[in-house]
């Protein structure tokens, strides 16, 4: 195995968006050469039941579902400057209003004693306000064209394809802001996962 710092190594898991326990064994396989675990290529815990997934970050840490919820949710918290809610005993959400993504954290039992924890970062209320903006950028456009058309107004219709290049613009750039804070929030979701593991049991938040 390369030797690595515990520095290197959870800088490394959190680039990656595993734990470091997931890095060394992932580095052990590599260097014996032996056949990649299944769960190396599959998620842990399981895709999410509710919204969607543009990224995740999820590892198995030592300490109960419960504690391992309440632990990963601290930091997210603590990270985001935003207060999550309990969805369920092993499930939370937190909401950043200001990046316009969601994170779900689930966590269950891996029956050794310890727990699956998985984060999903769902950007589905930054779509929707693109949607959104899409849908009313394009019917005032349509509108100014058509009464252009209509009234033989030349200013009306340049207006209308105007607004339809501005708005076009002010939509890409949203939807460039958005994958920018999601590839951000699946940093912060790693980061989370990683100080879940280093923190002491005896010094977890309790589950709220």
Do not use: C
Not at 25 to 31: G, H, P, S
Not at 70 to 90: C, F, K, N, P, W
Not at 106 to 129: M, W
Not at 165 to 172: E, F, I, K, P, R
């Amino acid at each position: 195995m390369a030797q690595l710092s515990d520095e290197e190594l959870r800088e490394a898991a959190a680039e990656a968006g595993i734990s470091p326990q997931e890095l060394r064994q992932a580095l052990a396989v590599r260097d014996s050469n032996a056949p990649v675990p299944e769960r190396s290529v599959r998620s842990l815990v399981g895709g999410p039941s509710r919204g969607v997934s543009a990224r995740h970050a999820e590892g198995r840490l030592p300490m109960s579902p419960a504690g391992a919820i309440a632990a990963v949710r601290a930091s997210i918290e603590r990270q985001t400057g935003r207060t999550g809610h309990r969805q369920g005993d092993l499930e939370a959400d937190i909401v950043d209003d200001e990046a316009n993504v969601t994170y779900r954290i689930r966590a269950e039992d891996d029956g050794a004693g310890g727990a699956l924890v998985r984060v999903d970062v769902d950007p589905t209320a930054g779509k929707g306000l693109q949607a959104v903006s899409g849908v009313g950028i394009a019917g005032v456009s349509l509108a100014l064209v058509a009464l252009g058309w209509l009234f033989s107004a030349t200013t009306l219709w340049l207006g209308g394809i105007g607004v339809a290049l501005l708005g076009g613009l002010l939509v890409g750039r949203s939807v460039i802001a958005l994958g920018q804070a999601t590839t951000r929030a699946a940093g912060v979701a790693a980061q989370a996962l990683v100080e879940a593991e280093e923190a002491s049991p005896a010094m977890l938040p309790p589950a709220r």
